[in-house]
């Protein structure tokens, strides 16, 4: 399919939850029910799915085989609003050599002992890859935002614990995507837009059902009292952090299927930008392979 028919295919998909200036965001402009107009059943949307999975493949292959680009995809979302299956349908097709997936979980002891920047940035994906945060470096201005306690086990000096922290964090997290983008690395960030009633009804599914009963914790139904300040924060972060080179995707999550359906739109518009192609083989390489063809061909 010639590029400008596919970046056309997907951008309907993409457009309407791109975020690529936090001036004026307001997270109660995005209705986490929207599915764009869309009227398609389950299989339709699974089969839509599935091509745009195949074509990724193919791509990664030319991104790993270029080995210029890097791609760094984050998801960031309230509990059960599917980061895990979104990855997992998105990128099914995937080479796995190709890709690493970071799902960052409490700090351990040498993670604290550093920089709240420090675990993450040594997992930005080499290029030709790539690598997907499940949580990421925005957790230090969410989770730990909601819950400042958490900044004690961060072991900071006093005088840097001030009013302006999370403005501050902010501000380095911006720098950094700015930083890795001049790198060649293409971070897009996905916030899975999850309204409060669809992820009640996911509790009490994860509940009724004995195979999901392992899904469900306890302190997932605690979290939901932080519900006004986590979408604070989350429209904070958004808002001082979406760029151009770093854009956020405010993803509707109450339709799973149309959730997957954005954010591998968004994942091959980005690529298809990059207008990928195999490494030409010069005239010294063909000579090579001249030479290897001809010793083959002479086995016996």
């Given at each position: ?20 200036s936090g001036k004026g965001f307001r997270l109660k ?83 604290l002992a550093h920089d709240f920047l420090w675990r ?141 359906l954005v954010v591998a739109s968004a994942i091959v ?32």
């Amino acid at each position: 399919m010639p590029r400008k028919d596919i970046l056309e295919g997907v951008e309907k998909f993409v457009h309407p939850y791109r975020v690529t200036s936090g001036k004026g965001f307001r997270l109660k402009d995005f209705d986490p029910g929207d599915t764009g107009g869309l009227k398609m059943d389950k299989h339709a949307a699974a089969e839509l799915l599935a091509r745009g999975s195949e074509w990724l493949a193919m791509e990664q292959d030319m991104l790993y085989a270029q080995d210029r680009w890097s791609l760094l995809l984050i998801f960031q979302a309230m509990d059960a609003a599917g980061k895990d299956g979104t990855i997992k349908h998105v990128m099914a097709r995937v080479n796995p050599q190709g890709c690493e997936v970071h799902s960052f979980k409490q700090p351990s002891a040498e993670e604290l002992a550093h920089d709240f920047l420090w675990r993450y940035a040594k997992r930005a994906p080499a290029r030709g890859r790539i690598g997907i945060f499940n949580r990421s470096y925005y957790e230090e201005v969410l989770v730990v935002r909601v819950h400042q306690e958490l900044l004690k086990l961060q072991k900071l000096p006093p005088e840097h614990v001030g009013k302006n922290i999370w403005d501050e964090r902010l501000a380095d997290i911006a720098h950094l995507e700015d930083y890795l983008s001049r790198q060649g690395v293409i971070v897009l960030k996905f916030f899975l837009n999850l309204s409060k009633k669809e992820q009640k009804k996911r509790f009490m599914k994860r509940l009724d059902d004995k195979d999901r009963n392992w899904k469900f914790s306890a302190s997932d139904v605690r979290e939901r009292r932080y519900w006004d300040d986590y979408q604070s924060a989350f429209e904070e972060a958004i808002r001082a952090t979406a760029t151009p080179r770093a854009p956020w995707h405010v993803v509707p999550a109450d339709n799973k299927w149309f959730s997957r359906l954005v954010v591998a739109s968004a994942i091959v518009e980005a690529v298809e930008r990059l207008d990928l192609a195999y490494p030409k083989v010069d005239a010294a390489m063909k000579k090579e392979l001249a030479a290897a063809r001809v010793e083959l061909e002479a086995e016996p």
